[in-house]
Structures are given as C-alpha cells and as structure tokens.
C-alpha cells in the first residue's frame, strides 16, 4: 500500500514521499511548485540527501493531494523531532533576507490567523523602517544584506492590508518605552501603531505594567493558524509543531489578551506615550 507509513523512519521518509508522488502520477517539478519549494529541493528530499521539516512535508503532502488520514500518518513520523532549530549563525551565512524574511513572506501569505505575543520589541510586522534598521544593525550583516533584509521586511507588511488574514498582537508596555530609536522616532513608531490599530483585520492589544499578571512574559512567539508557533531565542528560531506544545502557546497568548488594554482604551494609552516623547524631544 503506497500510502503505508508504519516502519518508516525519518531516514526513510523521503523515498516513502517520492513512491507517493510516483503513485499519483505528478511530476516532481508541479508538486515542487504547489509546495512551495525549488525542485531542486524536492529532489533532495525524496533522496534523503535533505532532512524536511514538518512544514516541508505538510506542503508535499497537500500538494500530492493524499487522504487525510494519510497526510497524520506521515506527519506523525516528522513529529518524532517536533522542534526544530536554526540557528541564527546559518540564518546569517545564507542572507538573512532569503533564509528568514522571504520563507517567513511565503507562510503568512498562506495562514489565515496570526497570534504574536511581544514582551521586548514592536512586532516586525509593525515596525517602521527606522525602527527596522535600528533593530536590525545589531545582527552584525553587511549594508547591503542589511538593506536588502529591511527591504523583505517592508514587503512583508502587505499581509497587515489582507483583509481575508486576522492578525492579532500582544506586547506589553516595556515595548513602548524601549529606547530602541531616538525619542522623536519613538514617537512616529507609536504613532503608528495607533493607525494600524484601527485597520479592520488587526487586534492590537497592550499589557499595561499596572494590572497585576498571572503569568511571565518569558519571551516572544508567533502562533500561525493553530499550526505552528515560531520562538526566536538569542541563538536560534526554535519552530514547535506538535499540536500539544502548540497549544501551550495559544493558551499563554490568550491569557495575555484577557489582561490587556484594547480598543480605544488601548489607543489612549499609545497616545499619552507618543505625546511623552514629543515633549521630551521639545524639551532638549
């Protein structure tokens, strides 16, 4: 049976993907396209010369059009490491605006709910381009990777105009306040996010230092469609797709929502912070 799975290790995987695509009788070149990756990867997957990721797998899967029942099959032996990490010093020799920024373009264009929850910088999605660079400059890349790299993010901010996307953020109040650009330009940041706040497809909400919390904000993640949650560390991005740990993260997202500032309450926060930096600007 071609769609059998048991037996099959990780090792294995790839001819077990190349005899099903073999059996639904498409070439390697349209499953390659549909999944989103070059046939030149595809090939390697199917030979065992590359290690795919859940995602990777999930992609050709659907692609190949398999049963449901088939695609956890196959699924489950991927989730035998259901966490994955890349390191940022690989991320840094391929070009972090091809490794990061454009795989990342690639899988918002295809969720439909986004949830990331913040505690130490503005959200990417959200960030200015001055805010960018700032950021961005620490990571030691050349002028012109760095460039490049805050070009793939700006490009990346039309999926908060998608109107079919819902795209919900949660930072806390430290972000606000972080000096990451000069207080004229932390101004604009807020400012901002103020104006996205009000487009109909984005949920901003603030966790304000006065409420009194029921859990840590350890670090920042993002949850897609209730799939896979991306945690960036200081070394590497760790991507969790088992459906257990994943939904660790939407229940520490959602209990951070429940704590925080939204809507007009929310925007008056922003506001009063925006107009605190003007003045200090005016003062000096």
Excluded: C
């Excluded at 071609?2 to 073999?22: D, I, M, S, T």
């Excluded at 109040?173 to 990451?180: D, S, T």
């Excluded at 560390?233 to 229940?251: M, N």
């Amino acid at each position: 049976m071609v769609g059998e799975v048991r037996g099959v290790n990780k090792g294995q995987l790839g001819y077990a993907l190349r005899a099903l695509r073999q059996a639904s009788g498409k070439e390697a070149k349209t499953v390659a396209r549909s999944a989103l990756m070059s046939a030149s990867k595809l090939s390697k997957i199917e030979t065992a010369k590359a290690a795919p990721s859940v995602g990777d797998v999930e992609r050709i899967l659907t692609a190949i059009g398999v049963s449901d029942e088939v695609k956890e099959e196959y699924l489950a032996v991927v989730r035998a490491a259901a966490t994955e990490a890349t390191a940022w010093r690989l991320v840094r020799r391929m070009g972090v605006h091809k490794a990061q920024q454009q795989q990342t373009r690639a899988l918002e264009a295809h969720m439909t709910l986004l949830r990331l929850f913040q505690p130490a910088l503005i959200p990417g999605l959200l960030q200015t381009p001055e805010y960018i660079r700032a950021v961005l400059s620490r990571h030691e890349l050349g002028e012109d990777v760095l460039t490049q790299t805050i070009i793939a993010r700006i490009e990346r901010q039309q999926v908060l105009y998608d109107s079919t996307k819902e795209l919900r953020f949660v930072i806390t109040e430290p972000v606000l306040r972080w000096r990451i650009v000069s207080t004229s330009r932390m101004a604009e940041q807020v400012d901002r996010l103020v104006s996205l706040s009000r487009l109909p497809n984005i949920d901003l909400r603030v966790v304000p230092l006065s409420r009194q919390q029921q859990d840590v904000a350890n670090h920042a993640f993002v949850i897609r469609d209730d799939r896979t949650v991306t945690v960036e560390t200081v070394h590497a991005e760790i991507v969790v797709t088992d459906p257990r740990d994943v939904s660790l993260y939407v229940r520490k997202f959602d209990g951070f929502a429940s704590a925080a500032l939204s809507g007009d309450d929310m925007r008056a926060m922003l506001e009063g912070i925006r107009d605190e930096f003007l003045r200090e600007q005016e003062s000096t």
